[in-house]
């Protein structure tokens, strides 16, 4: 049996960071990650010889205070581009590129509405920033801190001027349909600029809740003026937390699965591992996924009723699959010189609300929406030399597939190869390897139930003071010493390691 | 256009029972109940009063009484989670609950609010009974979320049960051919062949005397209730009806609900809702058995020492204190609460009432401001009232095994 001040269980790039912070202010931690690689869903793995992916892939939400905090560039971190163009496509028509500055290749009405789109949503993620990386006000409390954070909250938001103000409290909690057809005309732009509203989440274009604040969530970093993709996959940016971490004096142990958490007397007292092996901790962080975290590693005979029940109806299903292809050669994109930049193969919104009509009913479409990144034409690291990795996203892949995956997965990457040559004719001839990840797959591989990226939805529902839910999103939870730091904490998913750095500082802040 | 709705006819619908339901013991006790005074308890005609509630009473003290408890709710909880699953439900240790027993028991929101309370009978190892005054399936439910392996069925229509309560229960149950009766120990179990099949009989009860509850199946609950008849003619057998159980209950320090407490997930006001520190049930909460749901909000409400208390009271004078509002001072300045219960006691020969007063104010002095009529008359009177820590009525007989005459 060995000691620690802190165990923290999983190794993404939450438990990564919150165990750097934690163990750059002096505590003796252990990170517990049950496969064979740091990083979780940001991890580079090799997935056919010689070609390697990360299931996430670019960095919108990274901060320059975290990279800097723990010395990240010093570990190893870069970026193979600073800001990668997205291109919003449609067969038979020309591409547009799209920049945070401006589109080229649209309408005169869409360049110049563009900028005034950019303005708004520039101004609200400015001001609603701060407050992803504060722990969420409580509100019934009246601590001192919850009313500074909500009085600054309503301050930075009347700071937007009475005008824009009242365009944010109106444009919350529109559907991304309705966001889009207030600005631009093209469907594909109008497509391309609605994916980031509702990726990872169980929300189409139609879909009322929380795409604008989700994609406010998306325009947080700050690290360039675009949007930076990481060298080496994601996995460079977890191996420079992993590395930040073990610098600070943090102890990582990969293959070491937690079983459960220990409880002595209603308070934390360790962990034990799958191999019977028990870990003493008078603090458990938990960057597993808020269901896994209460109701498989803690269990509900340590938790109150009602509170279980909000876990249990936590949505945590997830609906994007992953799709790593090793390419032959460069592919061919009709209209496009290079396949450069992030290419969105979604004609329309209604394309993407059909695909997740499909979806809703446990089905999927023949023609499935999907953002394409070849992230080896800037990066040799990820490919044999002259060869290629394509990797995309694809909406929508429901977790609960009728029948279950076994029975779709061929079918479904028919259906995503189909769907790519109509735009890249011939490209299934330079496919030498595929590798489809459903969320049943990531589920499994990353023991991530219901495989979402997320690991709970990000809606109104559960946002801020109510992520996951109340009486859990303070960083603590109704266990003395039971602590959480993955994206079912505020503020969410997305590769930024704010959950983490926000859970270290509050169970700072607390001794 | 007028509105239209269409409605399934209520008898095509097998699970809506129209109008009020009978208890498989209606033809007894309907026969019985010469006055034709009902009233409704869970959707069930149940008896207001036979012939004379204080009659009926005096039989809980004096010979036996039998009361018809089928229409309480039943639950079985079964399977490899069921005792940590109740164990984190209820505030009792069901770990150390021995198979055969029962146990009065409460359950609280995550707020630490009573919900309900009700008996918890271990038929075996991994199978339980809940028997409750009102319905709480939808909160056993709830309660077994992330315990997979068990399995909850609502079995009230599958038990016919009677309690049969007073000083000649015993004698009258040995009478009947259940021998060995004499040796159950207050909150334990037998059973015995009955009928097609089995009785189960437990030593529980809602009236504080020595007494049994009988649980049948529906099918022998006329061959029961006519044995108990003709058997208990000379043990001074009596149905009983509400009105009498109402009686015996509060000189026996039992709750009622929607009475004495209002279950937390059907009041609405703030502070309508009660702890059972508040309702003086601190003693079955078990603090030291691990966690179980309320438990942190009931161990800060303790440690504040500052809720309410429900106390028993000795007032002045032979006027019930119904529905009284009581002060700490004889002017009326100072509200300090309210009688939840009151009645002129027979048997302690004492007015005595159940009051929730503010925890401030529990042992001062505290006054009954008592409304009551003369030929019609309204009097108001101010009554002076003692507090009482011990029992109102306990006899021995209650607790002794065997019961001294079996």
Not at chain 1, 82 to 108: C, F, H, N, Q, Y
Not at chain 2, 237 to 255: N, V, Y
Request: charged letters at 20%; hydrophobic letters at 40%; one cysteine or more.
């Amino acid at each position: 049996m060995s000691n620690y001040d802190i165990a923290i269980i999983g190794a993404g790039h939450n438990g990564l960071a919150c165990a750097a912070y934690l163990a750059k202010a002096g505590r003796k931690v252990l990170v517990l990650e049950a496969n064979d690689e740091v990083g979780g869903l940001a991890a580079t793995r090799e997935f056919a010889p010689g070609f390697r992916a990360s299931v996430a892939q670019t960095l919108p939400q990274l901060n320059r205070g975290l990279v800097d905090d723990l010395n990240l560039e010093k570990h190893g971190f870069k970026l193979a581009l600073d800001a990668m163009p997205t291109v919003a496509m449609a067969p038979g028509k020309s591409p547009i590129s799209i920049t945070s500055g401006a589109l080229s290749g649209a309408s005169a009405e869409d360049s110049a509405a563009y900028p005034e789109y950019r303005r708004l949503l520039s101004k609200f993620a400015d001001a609603i920033n701060p407050f992803w990386h504060k722990r969420p006000p409580m509100i019934a409390d009246g601590d001192m801190g919850d009313l500074a954070t909500l009085g600054k909250f309503g301050w930075n938001l009347r700071r937007l001027g009475k005008d824009d103000m009242r365009e944010l409290m109106r444009m919350i909690a529109l559907p991304a349909q309705d966001l889009m057809d207030e600005f631009f005309q093209d469907d594909a732009l109008k497509a391309a600029l609605s994916w980031d509203c509702n990726i990872g989440s169980k929300l189409a274009p139609r879909s009322p809740n929380n795409a604008v604040l989700a994609l406010l969530l998306r325009m947080s970093g700050d690290l360039t003026d675009g949007l930076p993709l990481p060298a080496g996959g994601a996995g460079g940016f977890t191996d420079a937390l992993a590395a930040s971490a073990t610098s600070f004096g943090a102890e990582i142990r990969c293959g070491a699965a937690v079983e459960k958490v220990l409880i002595d007397d209603m308070s934390v007292s360790g962990v034990q591992l799958s191999n019977g092996e028990q870990v003493q901790a008078t603090t458990v962080i938990s960057n597993a996924d808020p269901k896994t975290s209460f109701l498989t590693l803690l269990g509900a005979q340590h938790l109150d009723v009602q509170f279980t029940h909000r876990i249990s109806r936590l949505r945590n299903q997830g609906y994007v699959a992953k799709l790593h292809l090793a390419l032959d050669e460069i592919p061919t994109f009709t209209g496009l010189e290079k396949p450069a930049g992030r290419l969105m193969l979604t004609p329309s919104m209604k394309y993407i609300e059909c695909a997740f009509d499909d979806a809703k009913y446990g089905g999927y479409a023949n023609e499935l929406p999907m953002e394409v990144i070849i992230p080896s034409l800037v990066d040799d690291s990820l490919a044999p030399v002259g060869k290629h990795v394509l990797s995309a996203n694809i909406q929508y892949a429901p977790y609960a597939v009728k029948g279950g995956w076994d029975q779709h997965r061929e079918q479904f990457l028919a259906n995503a190869l189909a769907t790519l040559s109509q735009y890249s004719p011939g490209i299934e001839s330079q496919v030498s390897a595929a590798e489809l990840l459903t969320p049943a797959d990531l589920e499994q591989q990353f023991n991530l139930a219901g495989g979402h990226w997320h690991h709970a939805e990000f809606a109104i529902d559960t946002w801020w003071m109510n992520r996951p839910t109340y009486g859990a999103s303070q960083y603590t939870t109704p266990i003395s010493g039971f602590h959480l730091c993955g994206a079912g904490a505020h503020p969410g998913g997305g590769l930024m390691g704010t959950c983490g750095a926000n859970a270290a500082r509050a169970i700072l802040e607390d001794r | 256009m007028p509105m239209q709705t269409n409605l399934q006819a209520a008898d095509t619908i097998d699970h809506v029972h129209e109008g009020v339901i009978y208890s498989p013991f209606h033809r007894r006790t309907s026969a019985k109940n010469i006055n034709q005074q009902w009233s409704v308890w869970n959707g069930y005609a149940s008896t207001k009063y036979y012939a004379d509630a204080h009659l009926e009473y005096f039989s809980t003290r004096n010979t036996c009484g039998v009361f018809d408890v089928s229409p309480m709710r039943k639950y079985r909880i079964k399977g490899p989670d069921a005792e940590a699953m109740l164990n984190r439900m209820v505030t009792r240790d069901v770990t150390s609950q021995a198979v055969d027993t029962v146990a009065y028991n409460i359950w609280c929101t995550d707020a630490g609010k009573l919900i309900d309370d009700g008996t918890l009978f271990r038929v075996s190892e991994d199978d339980f009974w809940l028997c409750a005054a009102d319905p709480n399936f939808d909160w056993l439910q709830l309660s077994a979320v992330g315990f997979p392996n068990l399995e909850i069925t609502d079995i009230s229509e599958d038990l016919a049960s009677l309690a049969l309560q007073g000083p000649t229960s015993c004698a009258l149950l040995k009478a009947m051919g259940f021998s060995g009766i004499e040796n159950a120990t207050p909150f334990s179990i037998m059973r015995f062949p009955f009928g097609a099949g089995e009785i189960t009989i437990s030593r529980t009860g809602y009236t504080g005397d020595l007494g049994y509850e009988l649980w049948v199946d529906p099918a022998d609950a006329e061959l029961l209730w006519d044995q108990l008849f003709s058997v208990g003619q000379v043990y001074g057998i009596q149905p009983l009806g509400e009105d009498s159980l109402e009686m015996a209950r509060i000189e026996a320090g039992f709750l009622a609900p929607d009475v004495d407490f209002h279950g937390s997930l059907h009041t609405v006001d703030r502070g309508h809702d009660h702890s059972p520190l508040e309702l003086a049930l601190g003693w079955i909460i078990n603090f030291k058995k691990g966690h179980f749901s309320g438990r942190a909000a009931l161990a800060k409400e303790k440690a504040a020492g500052k809720h309410r208390r429900l106390i028993k009271l000795d007032i002045e004078g032979n006027k019930p204190a119904e529905n009284s509002i009581l002060y700490c001072d004889k002017g009326c300045k100072k509200t300090i609460g309210y009688v939840t219960s009151a009645m002129w006691s027979p048997v302690v020969k004492a007015n005595i009432a159940y009051g929730l007063v503010e925890g401030q104010y529990a042992d001062g002095p505290i006054w009954a401001e008592i409304y009551h009529q003369k030929e019609l008359r309204w009097v108001r009177k101010l009554a002076q009232c003692t507090r009482v820590t011990k029992p109102f009525w306990a006899p021995e007989r209650a607790r002794q095994t065997p019961p001294s005459d079996c």
